[in-house]
Every structure is written in C-alpha cells, then in structure tokens.
C-alpha cells in the first residue's frame, strides 16, 4: 500500500541517516548559538552552521540517483509517524534554503544588525523548520515544521523590526498564517479520517498510505480545498496574500521575506501532497485554479505599479510570479512541475537578492520610499547593477535560470491550455519587467537631489553577499543542463499520475 | 583555429569586456579600439574563409549545451549572413569613435557594456540554434537599456530606454512562443535551424508560428505601427548607440532568417500582407521625414522607410528579392550608420541636430557636411552608392510580384529623397547666423578616418557590387528554392 510511491531506504545506500543529520543539524547548531549568547563566537558558530547545513546539502544532492524515480534516502520511525525522504524536486529547494541561510548570516552581519548572535539562532531555528517541511513526507510532519518556522519568523518579526508600524504587521502575519496553518491542519484532519474510513479505522498520515486511499468524494474535495487554501496563504497567492506587503514593509528588510518566500515550501507543498492525495480533486478544480492564477499576475502587477515604496512592490511582484508557479504546478504536466520548482528556486535567489539590495540601500538612506530614493547608482553601481539583473532573473531572461524554466512552463501550457492563455501568462512577464525596471529607474538612476547626502560605496560584505547569489544564478543560468536532469524523473513520475 | 572562428568573434568581444575590469580605467577606451579592431579582423577572416559556392551553412560548430531539451550551441554563417559580421565590426568600430571623448563617467562600464552589445549582435548573425538566437536577441537589451538610460543625449532618456526595453521584451514573447511551437511540432523537441528547416511543418502550425514571428521581429524591423520607439530612440541617445540600432537591421535579419524559412507556405500565403505592411511602412517613412525638423529623427524615418522597401522586396519570395533585401540592410550599415555617427559629430560640435539650431553648417563643417551628404543619398539610394543595387532588385522584385506597391514604393522613395534633401538645405546651406555654429570646428583626423573608410567602401560596393552580390547570391537561391518546395 505505497499509492505508486517507491523508495530506497538509507542504509539500502550505504552511508549515514543523511536525512535526519540535515534537520538536526541546524537545531544543534541553533541552541549553540542561543548559549553563546552575545560572545562573538555566536556569530562565528552561525555562520559555521550555516556553512556546514550547506555542505551537507551539496554532499546529498550528490549521493542520489536523478535518473531514478523513485524518493531516496528514505528513513522511517513508525511510533511517531517519522519519515523522510529526498527527490530531485526536494533537493532543489533544500539548496536555495541552505544558500539563502548563508547569505543571510553574511547579510546580517553586514547590515550591523542589533544582538546578532539571538538573530543567527532564529534563523537557524527557521532553516530547520525549512528542511523539515522539504524532506519529510507525512503530512502532519509538514504542518508540524511548518509551525515552527512560522513562529521563529514571529519572532523575528517581534524583535527585529525595522518600522513603527510593527505591530499591526505582526498582528497580520500572524492572523493570515495561523488561519493558513488551521485550513492545513483541517485538511489533515480529513485525509487521516478517510484513510481511517477506509482502512477499518487506522489513522494515518503518511503520503503513501494515504495515496493508497485517498478520500472518495466530497471529502475529496473539501480536502483539497482545506490544503490547497492552506498553502495558498503561506505561498502567498492571490487573494490570500494580504499579510505580505505590510510584513515586507515593516518587517526586518530581506530576513523576514526571504524565509517566507524565498524557499517556495506552499509549491512544494503542492506538489509533494496536494497533486497525489488528491487527484480527482486537482483535476477537476484545475481550469478555476488557473483561471485565479492568471487573475493574479495582472491584478498583482498592476498593484505593483501603484506602489510608492521599493519592500511593497517587491512584495507584489513576489505574488505576481506565484501565479506563474501555479500556472506550472497545475498544468499538471511534467515539463511544467520541472519548470515550476526550476522557476521556485530562480525566484528565491532572484527575490532574496533584490531584498539584500533593499537592505543595503536602507542601511545607507534610512528609507525606501521611491520618491525619496534618487541618483544611487553614481554612488553604489555595483548594487544597482546587481538589483537590475536580479530583476531581470525574475523576468525569465535568457542567461538567467528563469529561462529555461519559464520556458518549460510555457511548453507544458501551450500544451494544456492553448496558445492564447500561454500569451497572456507571458505578457503578465513583461508587466513585471515594467515594474522592476520602474523602480529601477526611480531608486537608481534619478538625478541626485539637491542637498542629499551622499551614500557610503559598497562595502566588501555587501560584495560578497550580492556577488555569490550573482555568480549562482548566471552559473545555473548558463549551465542549466545538470539542474534539468536533477529534477527530470520526479517531474516525470508526478505527472504520470494525471493521464492526459 | 578555422574550426572555432565564429566562437572566437562571437566572444571575443566579451573576453575583451572582462578584461577591461582588470585594467585602470583610463586604458579602457584605447583597450576596445583594440578588442574591436581584432574582432574586425576576425570577422574578415570568416568572410575569407567562407566560400559562396560551397554548402548552405559553413563555418559550422556545434556542441549539445542542455541534453535534456536537445538544445545545441550551434553557430555558422550562409551568404546571408556572413557579410553582416564584418559590417557589424566595422560600425561598432565607427561608433566607438563617435563616443570617443564623451564617456567621462564609468568609462569601464560604458565600454565593456559596448563590447557585450557587440558580443550579442555578432551572435544574432551566427546563431543556427533558435534558443542560442533567442538568447542573443534579448542579451542585447541590457546593454541597449544602460547606454541608453545612463549616457543618454537628453533628460528623458531614462524614460525612453525603459520603453524600447519593455516594446522589445513584448516582441521576445511572440518569438519565445514561435519557437516553442516549432519545438513541439517535432516528433522530438528540436531547436536546430537547419534541421527545422529540412522538415516542412504541417500547415495550421505554419500559420501560428509565422503570426508570432512577425510580431515578434515586427517591433525591432520595425514595422508600422510598432514603430513608434526608434524616433524617439534617435533623439534621445547617443548618436553612437543609434547608429548601432539604426544601422544593424537585425529584425529584418530575423525575417529572412526564421519567420519566412520556417513557414514558407503560411509565408506566401499572407503575402499580402508582408507587402502592405512592407508598403506602409515605406510610405509612412517617406511622409514622416517631410515632417521633420531634427536631423536625427529625419533619418530615423528615412531607416524606416527603407526597411519597408526591403520587407517588401522579400514579399516577392524570389532570390531577386532576398538578394536586393540582404544588400540593402547591408548598405544600411554603411549609409545610415555612417550618417548617424557624422550626425553625433555635429551634435558635439553645435549641441543641436535640429535645422533651427543650425543654418549654414556647411560653410565652417564642408568635409562633415560632404560626407553627411553622401552617407545620405546612400541612405536615399542614389545610383553610384551602395544602396543602389539592393535598391534596385528589391524594386524590380517588388514591381514583378506586387505591381501596385512597387509602383507606390517608388512614389514614396522620390518623396523620401526630397525630404532628406530639403532638411539637408535647411541644415547645412544658407547663412550661418549662431555663435556655435560659427566657431565649429570641421572633422578631426580620427574622424577623418572614419569617414574616408565609409564612403571608399559605399562608393565601391555601389560602381563595383558584383562580388558581394555573388556572395549573397548561391543563398539566395537556396533560400528562394525551399520556399517552393
């Protein structure tokens, strides 16, 4: 009773229980950093973490077999309904969270943030609750780590913010995710109901058996909207994205944002548990999901342009492109799920990067409202360079990985959908690309006011930090063909599960 | 060394464009004069080594890049193509000295954007892959936008740089979709150009893919009514950067390249409607000089006028056709890009191309004004200029396969002629009445340089075009022959 999943079991590898080190890790090293507390060596051990939980990363992603289907690495506790497992799809996104956690411990440090060493322990306190949710494979697991990452970033947002205005942010953070995170859990809640109804009264809430037995029905339905809703607010999508601009805004500039949408964990969710628990569901649902979608990419963009402050647009533009991934996950093709993560992971470094500028910036002018910026790229051209190919990233240009999976995505929707749809999606590109080069224009090339004062130039840190995610994305960019077979066969067993 | 000769140009630039970071900023501007002149070199040497009664595609290199979509990186060059590279050398080499003493900011990241801008361009004319063309044609956008929007001539430059960026990445969706579609229409995903075009497609695909590639490459031609960015273009950038845009037709390029091959029966099909839009544009170009009062503008539309006389020489879909189209965009180079780049001279010196800034420019500029001239009765077709025999095909091409346009073509060429004329008097003849105009220096030697190498070439090609129509003419036929199969 595995519902057509398969796996290998780690000691069927060789090896050490990889899979559990990469989540404990991070816990370790977060009550490390938590008893060091102020020392300088809090902030030397965060980054050593960060490091390592990195290195672990790559050291997985070379121990799997891409051409296989079948989920790798596998471990499995039963009393507690543990069990983990990595594919192709998975190891992606567990590679933009450890890069990003490192970047961040470099950004935190440039950005001379208050009591650094309390920061690097929440945030690798969030990096667990990251993996967590990326590896393990039952449900209750995922809404589990899940809560933990959301309440770390709670946390975060409480101690670190940068704006007056916190509170009302925080207040709508938390409303929107513990409303998201109850929709999960109910869905949960139904899915072990029906595996209990079917399997004479055993609860379960672990994928495969729960493929084994998907709910019949109604229940089915209600099950996909209770999940599908749940992680549409976590994504976010639209209309569900209401706690986003204002945290954006208020909240700590880059930490905050890149841990909730840097690492798409809500498409993950939708792809790893939605599309196989609930197929009949999916399939039926799938023109009204993609017709909201394509909705939200006009209304966000449009919205974007109405922004006058650089953190909400960026926050409006990180919900115009969710509806892109949307558009991926639910054409329910393979070459749109391998675009779909492709594109995941291209937007969180892509995303994360232009936060980091905005951080940079802040740090300098002490505001991001646009018609306050002007005239930086004389003083900072590095940054503003970097800002402008991020953004160019987040448009699918070629040279960037947004190509090649952008341009999956379009394969699988002309496919699905027709040519004039597909059209519509892309053009909602180009809005975006309208946006970002806006404010590009506003923030970095301006005239210099008279009488503002002139900005520090960029510091080494700064370098660094913006240089390592460039060189990643323009690496993966021009060399997309390793990343393409990492993910090919799981896109392809996934989407064999909807036959066309 | 023959082997990777197109690789070697394509990137030589680029290599070029790196090693400036490493160098102290005042080396950078005599280090491009030199990256540029080799890349001048190398391009001769592609056209030396390629012979035009040898295969269809020469030159050719080719490695699989991404497995999984069989996406290759395959370059190589056909008697269409391969003359564009030299021109392309020649004229960004022209364009660096039209920007010779401008660039006193950032010069490191002005010219190492030029070099990228070169990189890319030389890449549209190589690539034999639709995805490594796709990725060459919007590479050249960052570039584009930057010179733009950080050098450019005016205040909105910014502005304008923000909307060709926008017009160019709206035509890249139609392009990305065309060939995707393509892609999908093979039993395997296939991306190769030459293999594309072995296969015929079946019909309703043609008709699909040839719509999104004319309005995809229709916006960079360009083609009435997405014209509307190049004037603005012209008069609010650097007179180098236009020249480059202006002067390099790469969106007609595309039209004989990929639009027309890939869907010949969807292509003959709408022939009609390739000529009326060939057609109207010409005229829209002709009457819109007339309405002129800045130089630049004046010969943007004049550029448009004649890349409407070249869509509809292609309309005819005979190697008379193509053959007159290729030899025109090349002429273009020449004669339109020349004139831009002696258009950013006068700008410098008088601070105005406008007619009511200038008056009598002719009598302290005559070597300037002499060669404006003659750069524009190329750009106007006179007989005798390089222009002259693409012209020349083109219309006779027209004239046998749409009458009435052709007839309407020539009509609108005469208009043309006497609207550049008649800016031409206004500019440069008369009294010369303003301080700046008066104290103007005529050509310095490395602007001489420059002028004398366009015009020996535009008076060669146009007394003597045999041997380069022959390179372009094996093509040619090619080209008209798998048309009609």
């Given amino acids: 009773m595995t519902g057509g999943f398969r796996e290998i079991l780690w000691f069927a590898e060789g090896g050490a229980p990889l899979l559990a080190i990469l989540q404990l890790l991070p816990l370790g090293g977060a009550a490390v950093v938590f008893a060091l507390r102020e020392r300088t060596a809090a902030v030397v051990a965060g980054k050593a973490f960060a490091l390592a939980e990195l290195l672990l990363c790559i050291v997985i992603a070379g121990r799997i077999a891409p051409a296989s289907a079948k989920l790798q690495l596998a471990e499995r506790f039963a009393p507690l309904g543990y069990h983990v497992a990595v594919d192709g799809l998975s190891i992606v996104l567990l590679l933009v969270a450890a890069l990003l956690t490192v970047l961040m411990t470099f950004y935190g440090m440039s950005r001379g943030m208050i009591s650094p060493g309390r920061l690097f322990a929440v945030l690798l306190v969030a990096e667990a609750g990251l993996a967590g949710m990326l590896v393990t494979l039952n449900v209750a697991w995922f809404a589990l780590f899940s809560a933990l990452e959301l309440s770390a970033v709670t946390y975060l947002l409480r101690r670190w913010a940068s704006s007056r205005a916190e509170t009302q942010a925080l207040a709508r953070f938390v409303q929107y995710q513990s409303f998201g995170l109850a929709l999960f859990v109910a869905g949960c809640v139904v899915l072990g109901w029906g595996h209990a109804a079917a399997r004479g009264g055993r609860w379960s809430f672990d994928l495969f058996e729960l493929a084994g037995a998907a709910p019949a029905g109604r229940f089915q339905t209600l099950a996909f909207y209770l999940l599908f809703y749940g992680l549409a607010v976590r994504t976010p999508l639209f209309p569900l994205h209401g706690w986003l601009p204002n945290m954006a805004q208020h909240g700590l500039i880059a930490v905050a944002p890149a841990l909730m949408v840097g690492v798409k964990v809500g498409i993950y969710g939708m792809l790893r548990f939605v599309l196989p628990l609930t197929p009949a569901a999916v399939v039926y649902w799938q023109p009204y999901v993609i017709g909201f979608a394509m909705a939200g990419i006009f209304f966000t963009a449009a919205l974007a342009f109405l922004q006058t402050n650089l953190r909400r647009l960026l926050a409006f533009a990180v919900v115009s492109h969710t509806s892109l991934l949307v558009i991926g996950v639910f054409s329910l093709h393979e070459a749109g799920i391998q675009g779909a993560v492709l594109l995941a992971a291209n937007f969180g470094l892509a995303v994360t990067g232009m936060w980091f500028v905005v951080g940079f910036v802040f740090r300098r002018t002490g505001t991001t409202e646009l018609g306050e910026l002007s005239g930086l790229f004389e003083r900072i051209p590095f940054l503003a360079i970097a800002f402008l190919i991020f953004g160019l990233a987040i448009v699918g240009m070629p040279g960037t990985p947004g190509f090649d999976a952008a341009h999956l995505i379009l394969e699988a929707s002309i496919d699905t959908f027709g040519a004039l749809s597909t059209v519509a999606a892309a053009l909602g590109n180009v809005a975006a690309a309208g946006f970002l080069l806006w404010a590009f224009q506003r923030a970095f090339l301006s005239q210099g006011k008279q009488g503002s004062p002139d900005v520090d130039r960029t510091t080494s840190m700064e370098y660094l930090v913006c240089g390592i995610a460039l060189l990643a994305m323009l690496a993966i960019g021009f060399f997309t063909e390793p990343w393409l077979y990492l993910t090919e066969a799981a896109s392809k067993s996934l989407a064999a599960r909807f036959v066309r | ?485």
């Avoid at chain 2, 491009?32 to 040898?54: C, E, H, Q, Y």
């Avoid at chain 2, 304008?160 to 999908?184: E, H, K, Q």
């Avoid at chain 2, 290729?326 to 010196?349: C, D, N, Y």
Wanted: hydrophobic share 60%.
């Fill in chain 2, 1 to 485: 060394m023959s082997r990777h000769l197109l690789s070697l140009l394509v990137f030589l630039p680029l290599a070029g464009a790196a090693v400036l970071w490493l160098l102290p900023a005042r080396a950078a501007r005599g280090l491009t004069a030199l990256v540029m002149l080799a890349t001048l070199a190398a391009a001769s040497a592609a056209l030396v080594a390629f012979d035009p009664a040898g295969a269809r595609f020469q030159l050719l290199e080719r490695v699989l890049w991404v497995a999984s979509l069989n996406v290759h990186y395959q370059v190589g060059v056909d008697g269409l193509s391969v003359l564009f590279l030299p021109a392309t050398a020649l004229l960004f080499l022209a364009g660096l000295v039209a920007c010779w003493n401008l660039v006193h900011d950032a010069p490191r990241l002005h010219y190492s954007l030029l070099l990228l801008l070169q990189c890319a361009t030389l890449g549209i004319f190589c690539a034999l892959d639709t995805v490594l063309f796709f990725l060459f044609w919007e590479l050249t956008l960052l570039p584009v936008y930057f010179l733009l929007a950080r050098w450019g001539a005016t205040a909105g430059s910014a502005r304008v740089a923000a909307r060709y960026f926008l017009m160019m990445l709206a035509g890249g969706v139609p392009l990305l979709l065309a060939f995707v579609l393509l892609a999908a229409s093979q039993p395997a995903p296939a991306f190769d150009l030459p293999a594309l075009l072995a296969k015929p497609l079946p019909r309703s695909t043609q008709y699909a893919v040839f719509f999104l590639c004319l309005a995809g490459f229709a916006v960079k031609v360009p083609l009435v009514p997405l014209h509307t960015w190049l004037p603005q273009f012209a008069l609010a950038a650097p007179g180098s950067l236009t020249a480059l845009l202006a002067g390099l037709k790469v969106g007609a390029y595309g039209l004989i390249r990929f639009a027309i091959p890939l869907a010949p029966a969807a292509a003959q099909d709408l022939h009609w409607l390739l000529a009326g839009l060939g057609t109207l544009t010409l005229i829209y170009g002709a009457v819109g000089i007339l309405a002129q009062s800045n130089l630049r503008v004046g010969l943007a539309h004049a550029s448009i006028c004649h890349v409407g006389l070249a869509v509809l020489g292609l309309a005819a879909f005979t190697a008379q056709g193509v053959q007159g189209a290729v030899a025109l965009l090349l002429s273009f180079s020449l004669s339109t890009g020349g004139a831009f780049v002696l258009l950013e001279f006068l700008r410098q010196r008088t601070g105005s191309t406008d007619i009511n800034g200038l008056g009598g420019a002719a009598a302290t500029m005559p070597l300037l004004a002499s060669g404006f001239l003659i750069c524009g009765l190329a750009g106007v077709g006179m007989p005798g200029t390089s222009s002259f025999p693409g012209e020349f095909m083109l219309i006779l091409a027209a004239l046998r396969s749409h009458a009435g346009a052709g007839m309407a073509a020539l009509f609108g060429l005469a208009i043309a002629a006497a609207g550049f004329l008649a800016l031409y008097r206004q500019a440069f003849f008369g009294r010369a009445t303003r301080r700046e105009v008066l104290e103007a220096e005529d050509l310095r030697p490395r602007e001489r340089v420059v002028l004398v190498i366009l015009i020996a070439l535009i008076g060669a090609i146009g007394l003597y075009p045999g041997p380069w129509l022959e390179i372009v003419r094996p093509a040619a036929e090619a080209w008209a022959a798998g048309l009609r199969r």
